[in-house]
């Protein structure tokens, strides 16, 4: 019996030495934490639609656009943030979502973070909601395509922001990303439309 006591207290010594070397360290755990970085808008709208099926069961995504940030530089077809505006028709209403990689100005938190209710008043020429099950082709696919037709004028423009909007309207027959050189639509003087369904080039505006 004298003899199995230091025994027994050795066993735990070592039980305990064996748990302590595999349990990792703060700088361990902090090294396993992958770093921020931008995503496809397809991506982000998954993220932002789980969130915006608490609000409301019907939700439909009516616009999709992409936000530059200065803290994370974007990658062709991907962006540090997106915002998405989700309608439900049970309760004619809209609402805003957005996703980011970082916390950054403007109200933009780091995931996904909902905005404030608005009245819908139902679609319009050129403004309807699509079914997430038409978003085939993905912002990265969209901005290959686009490169076939507008390789020459972004090697004209080099360093240009590039920005995508995802929607829905009476000009094309499918969802459409339309791949946008400059801030927005409304300073643009270069943006090709993809048909989001088929990832087929469709229109050039300039």
């Known amino acids: 019996m004298k003899s199995f006591v230091p025994l027994c207290g050795c066993a735990v010594l070592l039980l305990l030495v064996g748990c302590s070397s595999d349990a990792p360290t703060p700088a361990e755990k902090k090294a396993e934490e992958k770093p921020p970085e ?7 709208l998954q993220q932002m639609y789980i969130a915006a099926r608490g609000w409301a069961p ?10 530059l ?5 974007a990658e062709p ?18 609402r805003s979502y957005t996703w980011s990689a970082v916390e ?6 780091k995931g996904v973070f909902a905005g404030l209710d608005q009245s819908w008043s139902g679609p319009s020429l ?5 079914p997430m ?20 004028y972004d090697k004209k423009n080099p360093g240009k922001p590039i920005n995508f909007l995802l929607e829905a309207n009476t000009k094309f027959p499918d ?3 339309r791949v946008i050189w400059g801030e927005s639509v409304g300073t643009s003087s270069f943006s090709i439309f993809v048909d989001a369904s088929t990832g087929l080039y469709l229109e050039t505006m300039r």
Do not use: C
């Open 38 to 44: 931008p995503v496809t808008g397809r991506q982000a």
């Open 58 to 67: 019907d939700i439909q995504p009516i616009k999709l656009n992409s936000i």
């Open 69 to 73: 940030l200065p803290e994370l530089k």
């Open 77 to 94: 077809g991907k962006a540090a943030a997106w915002q998405a505006i989700f309608v439900a028709v049970s309760l004619g209403k809209a």
């Open 104 to 109: 950054s100005e403007g109200n933009l938190h």
């Open 126 to 130: 050129t403004s309807k909601p699509f």
């Open 133 to 152: 099950a038409s978003i085939k082709i993905d912002s990265d696919d969209a901005y290959k395509t686009s490169m076939k037709k507008g390789a020459e």
């Open 175 to 177: 969802t459409t990303w």
